[in-house]
């Protein structure tokens, strides 16, 4: 398998691939705002009206559910965390004893609560999947994602979110293949939280794919040795976008109550040279779009996804259990017409450099390349940038999966 992004180094494959824990039961402060609690619903669940009684909770103004006497556990108000739905569960058991509960979000308890010597834990009941998706959609369609010109055009078109464990046996493999430099999921988590104890299967690696949009695409796929005004654009304000994605995402997940890092924007993130691969470096956003379900590599070394090879990747990761994503193929070229089929060659064609043949990619031609490109995009289009990508439009992965591959 091919050695990791190599950031800013490579525009054929690497570079365009490119409150936790409960409260004491005996705390007189009594707060429910810990985790950003937005809104208490007004009523308990449908199903278990008749075993709770709504009081008035002197100290903070908010309705809250207490069981009936010797209710042992049952589901009651309902209240929204950040879009998702969580269910209050209430616990009879002495005031001060400790509930612990993994993935469970914690508030402290009311000073009437703690009287009646129940406790109450907030417990999971959204897709945290599916908010994260939530989460990355709602900003990629905010005004941030944009190139910056004259008709303030979007960067990016839909994203694709994946997930991954960072325990998946494919981190250890990427360090062995790659480098012992490469940092697997837990490595970077402690190295960020130097005094956080974590084992990898805690840890989810959260990837996202943001492709390029139609416009950019038809544009570019008509030059021959130059990149256009939108894809240098993309290049340079697109992915300054993807930064803030990924600082966004970060903070969400931290103001959840969730400790998270984005290794691309960690002190910690360098460039490298792989024995075996060349210019390389300790996190790969594509390897990680990777083991996230996300796509495969194509002979250019750009990643081929569900929308095709134009495109960007980012990844953060999070303390929290989300269902890794199903990973479809097994073979890391699975998606190329060219290792699945002996066919097509398109990128070969595409290549102004001479930096794709049969053989793979040659990353330092690859790499000249695109830096002589950066006079080009100052002096036609008035601002400091490169690019090339020329292998990932007029081919037939730009946009989707090849449909011969599955024929």
């Known amino acids: 398998m091919r050695g990791g992004d190599e950031g800013d180094e490579d525009e054929g494959g690497c570079d365009e691939g490119g409150g936790e824990g409960p409260s004491e039961e005996g705390d ?54 950040d879009g998702c739905v969580l269910d209050i569960i209430v616990r009879v058991q002495p005031p001060r004893e400790r509930v612990f509960a993994p993935d469970w979000f914690y508030i402290k308890q009311p000073k009437k609560i703690r009287r009646l010597g129940r406790s109450i834990i907030v417990r999971d009941a959204c897709d945290f999947g599916a908010w994260i998706d939530r989460v990355i959609r709602d900003f990629v369609e905010s005004p941030e994602n944009t190139l910056r010109n004259e008709a ?3 960067a990016w078109d839909d994203p694709l979110v994946g997930f991954s464990s960072g325990a998946d046996p494919l981190y250890t493999y990427y360090k062995e293949d790659i480098g012992s430099f490469f940092l697997t999921p837990v490595e970077w988590f402690e190295e960020t939280f130097t005094e956080t104890e974590v084992e990898a299967g805690e840890l989810t690696v959260i990837s996202w794919i943001l492709p390029h949009t139609k416009a950019t695409k038809a544009e570019h796929r008509l030059q021959r040795e130059m990149p256009t005004e939108r894809w240098a654009r993309a290049r340079i304000y697109g992915e300054e ?14 103001d959840a109550g969730y400790p998270a890092v984005a290794p ?6 360098s460039r ?16 990680a779009a990777y083991a996230s379900g996300l796509g495969t590599f194509g ?10 090879k134009a495109m960007r990747a980012g990844s953060v990761i999070a303390k929290m259990g989300i269902q890794p994503s199903e990973r479809s193929y097994e073979d890391h070229h699975a998606y190329c017409l060219y290792y699945a089929k002996r066919a097509c060659l398109e990128c070969v064609g ?3 450099a001479g930096a794709i043949s049969e053989a793979g990619h040659d ?25 090339c990508g020329l292998c990932q439009t007029g081919v037939a992965c730009e946009s989707r999966i090849p449909p011969d591959i599955f024929r």
């Open 363 to 387: 990353k330092e031609r690859c790499n000249r390349y695109v830096r002589a490109t950066e006079e080009y995009v100052e002096s036609n289009f008035g601002f400091k940038g490169y690019g």
């Open 350 to 352: 595409r290549c102004p």
């Open 241 to 254: 976008f993807n930064d803030k994605l990924r600082r966004h995402v970060v903070e969400r997940l931290e």
């Open 152 to 154: 303030d055009e979007k």
């Open 299 to 308: 002979l250019c070394d750009g990643l081929i996804t569900p929308k095709g």
């Open 28 to 81: 007189d402060e009594g707060e429910i705002a810990d985790h950003g609690v937005e809104e208490l619903a007004r009523g308990p669940s449908r199903n278990v009206q008749k075993s709770f009684k709504a009081i008035r909770d002197e100290d903070h103004g908010e309705d809250v559910a207490v069981a009936e006497e010797h209710e042992e556990e049952v589901s009651g108000y309902r209240i929204l965390h």
């Open 272 to 287: 490298e040279t792989s024995e075996k691969y060349g210019f390389a470096s300790n996190w790969s956003e594509r390897h």
């Open 264 to 269: 691309m924007l960690s002190p910690g993130w």
